[in-house]
């Protein structure tokens, strides 16, 4: 069966700082790979997303930025983390055909800004 | 522009009764849709999901209802347990693309 991980699970990081989260899938391949913030009381927003090995797509423009290094290994970065990056980070994944493109969540990470 | 919306923003029931989640859509190229359930600090779960060529989609206390007519969906859950308290979310695709998330809905069953 199919897992996917993502650490850290909770992170404080100063304003300045660097980030870096990793998510990594296992029992597929050539999946498709997501990147969603959920901010303190709203939905889920779309941040990247990836069909390929270093093929990312940004659904919005921030200061955050992504990789896909490996088949089944995704990365959300920072350089310089700002307050408004707090939230809770969450990865997923698809089939490559998935017929209506039900994706599935990773435990998701807390980051705090300070 | 929000193409999925869930205009409540939280339910509360009693245990044993039906809970009914709503939402809605704008987009009507979408084809599939989707719930999700999220508890406090992990990440959701997939739930149950309808074909647009389905008007109706059961599995155990879930069931899915589409009106495409009116570009509306719900879920129904009975009996309602204290386990079922969590953020509901609904979501939406075009076959092909991405899933649009609704902002979510909290809800809180009472024993």
């Known amino acids: 069966s199919q897992t996917i991980h993502q650490w850290p699970a909770t992170l404080v990081q100063p304003v300045g700082s660097p980030l870096s989260l990793e998510c990594t899938v296992e029992?597929?391949?050539?999946?498709?790979l997501y990147w969603y913030r959920q901010a303190a009381g709203r939905g889920l927003q779309l941040l990247f997303y990836?069909?390929?090995?270093?093929?990312i797509s940004s659904e919005v423009p921030q200061n955050l930025s992504a990789s896909r290094p490996q088949d089944r290994q995704f990365i959300l970065s920072s350089k310089k983390l700002l307050l408004s990056d707090s939230g809770f980070y969450l990865c997923?994944?698809?089939?490559?055909?998935?017929?209506?493109?039900?994706?599935?969540f990773g435990e998701g990470s807390w980051l705090t800004v300070v | 522009d929000q193409q999925v919306k869930q205009n409540s923003p939280s339910l509360s029931v009693q245990e044993g009764r039906i809970s009914i989640l709503n939402c809605d859509y704008t987009n009507s190229m979408f084809d599939y849709f989707l719930w999700y359930k999220k508890y406090p600090a992990e990440g959701p779960t997939f739930l149950i999901s309808i074909s647009s060529i389905k008007d109706k989609n059961e599995d155990g206390r879930f069931t899915v209802f589409l009106n495409k007519s009116a570009k509306h969906l719900s879920l129904h859950i009975v009996p309602s347990q204290p386990g079922d308290s969590a953020v509901y979310f609904c979501a939406a695709s075009q076959y092909g693309n991405k899933l649009v998330f609704g902002a979510g809905t909290i809800l809180r069953v009472k024993s």
């Open positions: 990836s069909v390929g090995i270093g093929q």
């Open positions: 997923a994944w698809s089939p490559t055909s998935s017929p209506g493109n039900t994706i599935y």
């Open positions: 029992g597929t391949s050539n999946p498709n």
